[in-house]
C-alpha cells in the first residue's frame, strides 16, 4: 500500500504468515445459532418419535392381551371336553391369577353358575355376548361394565361369540 503525504512515498507490506489471519483461522466449536438449530430439530424429531413410540407400545399390550385369552380360551376348552363342564375359576385350569399386560388380573365368568347371566358382557342390544363363558381384560384403564357400551369398557380386550371374536370391546 503507498501513502502520499508530505512529499514522501511510503510502503506498507502486510505480510500474512502462514497460520495467522482471518482466512486461516480455524473454528473450534459450534455457534449458538447452530446448537439452537440441532437442537430444535431433535425436539420436532422427538415430539414425532414419542407418541408413534407409545402407540406402538399399546398395540403391542393389546395383541399379548389377544394371545392371552386365545390361550386360556384353549386351556377352558380342553377342561369342558374332559370335566363335561367350565370350570368355575381360572385356577381350576391350572392358570393360577393371571394378569394382562396392563397388569389387571382377566376377569372369567362361567355361564352356567348361578346369577352369571346377571354379570355378562353385553352388546349394543343388552345380549350377552357369550353363551358359554365370559373371558377378558379390562383394558389399559383397569375399569370396566357389563356393556360394551359403555364408556369404560370400549377399550377392554373381550372373547365374544363363544370365542369366534377376540379383540378390543369398540370393534365388536
Known sequence: MEIAGGGAVRRERHIEHAGRG???RTRR???LVELAVA????????SLAVPAWNGYRERVKRDQAIRDITMMSSAIERYFQDARDYPPSLA????GDPKDPWGNSYRYLNMNA????GHARKDHSL???NTDFDL??????????PPLTAQMSRDDIVRGNNGKFVGPAADY
Open 29 to 31: 466449536g459450534f455457534t
Open 22 to 24: 482471518p482466512a486461516a
Open 39 to 46: 437442537l430444535g430439530i431433535f425436539a420436532v424429531l422427538m
Open 127 to 129: 345380549v350377552p355376548i
Open 136 to 145: 377378558y381384560s379390562m383394558g389399559p384403564d383397569g375399569r370396566s361394565a
Open 114 to 117: 348361578r346369577g352369571a347371566r
Open 92 to 95: 381350576d385350569v391350572g392358570l
